[in-house]
T-cell receptor, first 118, second 116 residues
Framework: NAGVMQNPRHLVRRRGQEARLRCSPM?????VYWYRQLPEEGLKFMVY????????ESGMPKERFSAEFPKEGPSILRIQQVVRGDSAAYFC????????????????FGAGTRLSVL | AQKVTQAQTEISVVEKEDVTLDCVYE???????LFWYKQPPSGELVFLIR??????QNEISGRYSWNFQKSTSSFNFTITASQVVDSAVYFC?????????????FGEGTQLTVNP
């Protein structure tokens, strides 16, 4: 009964490179959320996706950041041309929403990817 | 706009002491959910509890208990007879039903250290 799987756990990039962070939701979950935790801070919402759709990207930086959740495979958070300020822990969460009742459900988190930009 | 405040940045106690972590929230929605998550030193986030805005009953789970009071917009978390393994950062979070969809708004977290 695997939980939310994120990889890699640690990622080191030099300024200007691209970072790709992957997230496989819990089995049966079709809703994925990405959050960023800057050093010594709480988590900040970035984006909410369902399969093949971006539902809410109000927390995403306007440039260099993108996210997808394809029909097959994991969700990907992509950061182009990374800068030192992108160094943070990136957490993915997944949830199961009951479409009939629109009931809110619990978001279960992965272990995070720690991105370090040199 | 929604906001969660955890005024206690760090708390240090000795094992077996009781400790309460405070959480105050702001929202204009009448339907919302409150959560507590634990982040141990290993870094993952562990779900602890979810409450909806219509259920003000206090909840107890083993050594953990939660006190939800709408009158003061607070959702405090108490650990009874604390243990070293309780050392972690604890986050309170809010999810508004009507205005902000599914996203969670987190407080800044409280670092709890339980010393032997």
């Amino acid at each position: 009964n695997a939980g939310v799987m994120q990889n890699p756990r640690h990622l080191v990039r030099r300024r200007g490179q691209e970072a790709r962070l992957r997230c496989s939701p819990m089995k049966g979950h079709s809703h994925v959320y990405w959050y960023r935790q800057l050093p010594e801070e709480g988590l900040k919402f970035m984006v909410y996706l369902q399969k093949e759709n971006i539902i809410d990207e109000s927390g995403m930086p306007k440039e260099r950041f993108s996210a997808e959740f394809p029909k097959e495979g994991p969700s990907i958070l992509r950061i182009q041309q990374v800068v030192r300020g992108d160094s943070a822990a990136y957490f993915c969460a997944s949830s199961l929403l009951t479409s009939g009742t629109q009931a809110k459900n619990i978001q279960y988190f992965g272990a995070g990817t720690r991105l370090s930009v040199l | 706009a929604q906001k969660v405040t955890q005024a206690q940045t760090e708390i240090s106690v000795v094992e077996k002491e009781d400790v309460t972590l405070d959480c105050v929230y702001e929202t204009r929605d009448t339907t919302y959910y409150l959560f507590w998550y634990k982040q141990p030193p290993s870094g993952e986030l562990v779900f602890l509890i979810r409450r909806n805005s219509f259920d003000e009953q206090n909840e107890i789970s083993g050594r953990y208990s939660w006190n939800f009071q709408k009158s003061t917009s607070s959702f405090n978390f108490t650990i009874t007879a604390s243990q070293v393994v309780d050392s972690a950062v604890y986050f309170c979070a809010l999810s508004e039903w009507e205005t902000s969809g599914s996203r969670l708004t987190f407080g800044e977290g409280t670092q709890l250290t339980v010393n032997p």
